[in-house]
């Protein structure tokens, strides 16, 4: 019997130098002090000892008993600190690395003048309209004084889609849907893309356009000039002046272009604004009385005027762009540069 005790002392201790785990260390005590593990078994066994024996051989097995056990807790709790140990290294954490930051976007340069543009007019008491971008040759063209050929069609190389629908040239065509079902006073600012078959330095077959469009009693050109000043000086710097040139345009009469004092020079002559002082910006004019008529509005009693710019054209004025197809590459290292 002793013998035996000492083979399984032996065998524990030899075991439970060899756990690396609780998990293993569990498995090996079970295999000795479980139920049915070996010293458990030698202690069912002592029935079958002579009852002289007994106490004796009794007090071996619970010594070995004992011993085992005390052996497993040490074990326990050497692996419990060595199991937090290794997580602690494990989940350390370096607080002097630097931190990582996400990466954030920047709005597009197009996008910024549209919302500032947008900002400017709203606070002037515009509400904002969004026509459709697939239209009817009516909207774009017919309603607002342009018939099939006539030549002021030949301003606007356009995409068509079948004989009735395009997609449309101008956001003028948003005027008239306004018009349609909406009675004067009308104040609205309408963005929105548009499409024509052009692609060069200042052209791109999609871009960006903003209209106006103002119908009360009493509208003349000086609430236009008025306007567009206040504008001009919100976009560029309060310096900005506009001046109207005499032009055409089928859907205004009279009809203008507007320039904006260059906010480069201001006004003396420079590269930007080739020697002249003056930028191009939008076209506008007196909504013409056939357009009024157009929509069911009387032009006896109501007068508007109404205006149309580009936005790109406008972010390229503004941050010095010179070429329009890099608003269209999406390059971030010209994107990165436009913080709201
Ligand atoms: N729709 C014109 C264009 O795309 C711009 C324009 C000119 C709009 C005069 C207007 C306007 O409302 O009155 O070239």
Known sequence: MQEK???IRSAIGEGIGQTNTRKELFELKMKYLGKTGEISALSKGMRDVPAEERPAMGKLVSDVRAWAEAQFAEREEFLKRKEIEERYQNEKVDVTMPARFAETGTQHPVSL?????IECFEGMGFEIYEGPEIEKDYYNFQALNIPADHPARDMQDTFFITGEYLLRSQTSSGQIRVMENKKPPIKILSPGRVYRSDSDATHSPMFHQ?????VDKGITLCDLKGILD???RRLFTSETKTRLRPSYFPFTEPSVEVDLSCHNCGGKGCRICKGTGWIEIL???MVNRRVLENCGIDPDEYTGFAFGMGLERIAMIKYGINDMRYLFENDVRLLKQFKD
């Open 5 to 7: 005790l000492d083979a």
């Open 230 to 232: 206040e504008f001009a």
């Open 210 to 214: 903003m209209e106006g469009l103002v």
């Open 113 to 117: 003048v549209k919302k500032e543009i």
């Open 283 to 285: 076209g506008a004019g």
